[in-house]
């Protein structure tokens, strides 16, 4: 069976010829059969790819940190046994995680990395406050034990819950703030953003979950749940692992196995969460567009691409507004 070498990669740093290399990369990435995406701007870059062997990845992680402006990276690994991307996309953005808020810069000041085996026992204390600074439809998947959950859609909505609800410095009895996300861009960002807050003990886990799942042993772990991740794989487990989750394809949200037991899940077509977010309309293109996928499977042909699929457009979106 074919395994996909899957790389989770970000770094905030000044990269004032961003512009430049838009082309440079892409074509390096398809000379490697590498897929995925890549953002790029004058703060950093971030992204996820996939390539078909460990060698080829090597070659590709290689070539970016050869990159001046950029250097080491930081990178999680994983695998999937399906291609998770259709093709290679290299994006010029004025963020590469969007937060909106013009003068906030990591590269000039940002929180205290905690590294995964240093987490439990700072989220432990009482007297740390814990932010998950992801979506609500990630954090519906799994999230730490005791953790806030601040309900947002997006990562641009983050700032404004903040002055509302975490306020100046010395507004929480919290001695400290803590925070995480999936691979470590988005908590890392908003520590810059309370930094300039003037908050001064914050934190934020090194590497993000994935790093924490591949790290921190199963039967020591304060991770409740599953972590989602913007692909096909749509979730992983302790140890990095297929998790148990699927993407409903109409809203593209993870939908456990008890929820594909509902009446409301319909493959391709609708699930509990999105079941009154659409039209009958709605639905019977949906059921239309699962109809030939199938057709198409059946054919041996490839099914539609899962960036022309609805869902996955959202999570794309989702991932340039993490």
Known sequence: MTKFTVAALYKFTPFPEFESWQDKIRDHANSLEVCGSLLIAAEGINGT????????????????????????????????????????????????????????????TVG???????????????????????????????????????????????????????????????????????????????TAYLKEQGHDEV??????ILKYLETVPEEQSLWKGECFVFDERVSLKHGLELGEFVSCHACGRGVSPEGRKSPNYVVGVSCDYCIDEYTENDRERFRQRQLQNELARQRGEAPMGPEAQPHMKRARRDLEDV
Not at 88 to 94: A, G, S
Not at 203 to 208: T, V
Request: with cysteine; charged share 30%; proline share 8%.
């Open 203 to 208: 934190y934020h886990l090194k590497g993000g």
């Open 49 to 108: 790819i996939a390539a078909p062997s460990d060698a080829a990845m090597q070659d590709m992680i290689d070539y970016l940190q050869a990159i001046p402006a950029i250097g080491e990276l930081e990178v999680k690994y994983s695998h999937a046994t399906e291609k998770p991307f259709k093709r290679m996309k290299v994006r010029l953005k004025e963020e590469i995680v969007r937060m909106g808020v013009p003068g906030i810069d990591p590269n000039r």
């Open 112 to 190: 205290t990395y905690v590294e995964p085996e240093d987490w439990n026992a700072l989220i432990a204390d009482p007297e740390t406050l814990v932010i998950d600074t992801r979506n609500g439809f990630e954090i519906d998947i799994g999230t730490f034990q005791g953790a806030v959950d601040p309900e947002t859609k997006t990562f641009r909505e983050f700032p404004k819950w903040a002055d509302q609800h975490i306020g100046p410095p010395g507004a929480r009895n919290a001695k400290r703030i803590a925070m995480f996300c999936t691979g470590g861009i988005r908590c890392e960002k908003a």
